[in-house]
């Protein structure tokens, strides 16, 4: 399963209506002290452009942890990491149109089509993600 940063940057905005994400960073433990300073720079960049720091790897956890409440949508998806600087450099491309498959001849058959295909969040229960944060930070 992976969560790709897609998730974070489009449902994020969505999610915003409905979910304070610095409601934990407001809380008196240590993990909130860290967490804020962890996001120190990311997240007064995001309130400049009129936008909260969503959750992001936080989905990838709370997935891993109770997949059935947390994923509300995904999709089974082909990846390869660019290595040549063909698409990318060292990053991992995501087939999200299918558009590889098709263009593989073209592009040096750089996509090993007898791997399986990567099960990818795209779409999840922001509010269960936050109850689940806040109740981590509580604890630490």
């Known amino acids: 399963m992976a969560v790709p940063w897609e998730a974070f940057l489009l449902e ?8 304070d994400f610095d409601a934990h960073l407001k809380l008196d433990t240590k993990l909130s002290h ?31 942890i109770d997949p059935d409440s947390i994923i509300t949508q995904s999709r089974l998806l082909r990846v390869t990491v660019e290595l040549a600087g063909h698409l990318t450099r060292g990053q991992v491309v995501v087939d999200w149109t299918h558009n590889m498959e098709e ?30 944060m806040i109740a981590a930070v509580k604890r630490i």
């Open 12 to 19: 994020g905005k969505k999610h915003e209506a409905e979910v």
């Open 103 to 132: 263009e593989l001849s073209k592009v040096q058959k750089s996509m090993d089509m007898s791997k399986k295909a990567v099960h990818f969040v795209t779409t999840y229960d922001a509010k269960k993600v936050d109850e689940m």
């Open 34 to 64: 860290y967490l804020k300073e962890a996001t120190s720079i990311i997240r007064p960049h995001m309130a400049a452009k009129g936008r909260q720091y969503a959750y992001c790897d936080e989905i990838a956890l709370a997935a891993a």
